[in-house]
Antibody, heavy 121, light 107 residues
Framework: EVQLVESGGGLVQPGGSLRLSCAAS????????MNWVRQAPGKGLEWVSS????????YYADSVKGRFTISRDNSKNTVYLQMYSLRVEDTAVYYC??????????????WGKGTTVTVSS | AIQLTQSPPSLSASVGDTVTITCRAS??????LAWYQHKPAKAPKLLIY???SLESGVPSRFSGSGSGTDFTLTISSLQPEDFATYYC?????????FGQGTRLDIK
């Protein structure tokens, strides 16, 4: 069964940094785009970032552009989200989600269970 | 960015009922729309993609329709496990957006 497992969440102070990881298994990782989506407490789903299967194309929501960087290591079947200059409003559960193909803007057919990021002093 | 407006924000229904959730896009998106089910502390689940295609393994009581700016998700003969929050998502451009969600509660 295709599986995505996020890790790296935690408590960080405003202005701090954190790197999330998402380990994938049971599919040919390099052939699929990957995404990060978050849900702030009491709020809906918000797309954060996407990366193509090759890693050559990346996209960001305006709310995180310039502060977050998405990357992937296809040899490790892992996608990352490096988060800098964190703000209180970045507090959320962060989900990793797989696309149905190589292109990075599409629907998401498999999701992980999420990792929680709390930004607070 | 394209805005998606879902209605209603919440609704109550009984097991066996049929319910319809609407998603309206701020500009035409052809059929570039998906629907998800999300339960607390669980991973979101893809139900419908390309506006009307049923994801493999999803029960046939879920159906989607629409194109352009107006879309609907219909759940027929509600089952206890269907009570959750439902989101639409557009993917016509790289700026992906979700609707604000519709919470479906047991009456």
């Amino acid at each position: 069964e295709v599986q995505l497992v996020e890790s790296g969440g935690g408590l960080v102070q405003p202005g701090g940094s954190l790197r999330l990881s998402c380990a994938a298994s049971k599919f040919t990782f390099s052939k699929y785009a990957m995404n990060w989506v978050r849900q702030a407490p009491g709020k809906g789903l918000e797309w954060v970032s996407s990366i193509s299967g090759s890693g050559l194309a990346t996209y960001y929501a305006d709310s995180v552009k310039g502060r977050f960087t998405i990357s992937r290591d296809n040899s490790k079947n892992t996608v990352y989200l490096q988060m800098y200059s964190l703000r209180v409003e970045d507090t959320a559960v962060y989900y990793c989600a797989k696309g149905p193909g190589e292109i990075p803007y599409y629907f998401m057919d498999v999701w992980g269970k999420g990792t929680t990021v709390t930004v607070s002093s | 960015a394209i805005q998606l407006t879902q209605s209603p924000p919440s609704l109550s229904a009984s097991v066996g009922d049929t319910v319809t959730i609407t998603c309206r896009a701020s500009q035409a998106i052809s059929s570039a729309l998906a629907w998800y089910q999300h339960k607390p502390a669980k991973a979101p689940k893809l139900l419908i993609y390309d506006a009307s295609s049923l994801e493999s393994g999803v029960p046939s009581r879920f159906s989607g329709s629409g194109s352009g700016t107006d879309f609907t998700l219909t759940i027929s003969s509600l089952q206890p496990e269907d009570f959750a929050t439902y989101y639409c998502q557009q993917f016509t451009s790289y700026l992906i957006t979700f609707g604000q969600g519709t919470r479906l509660d047991i009456k």
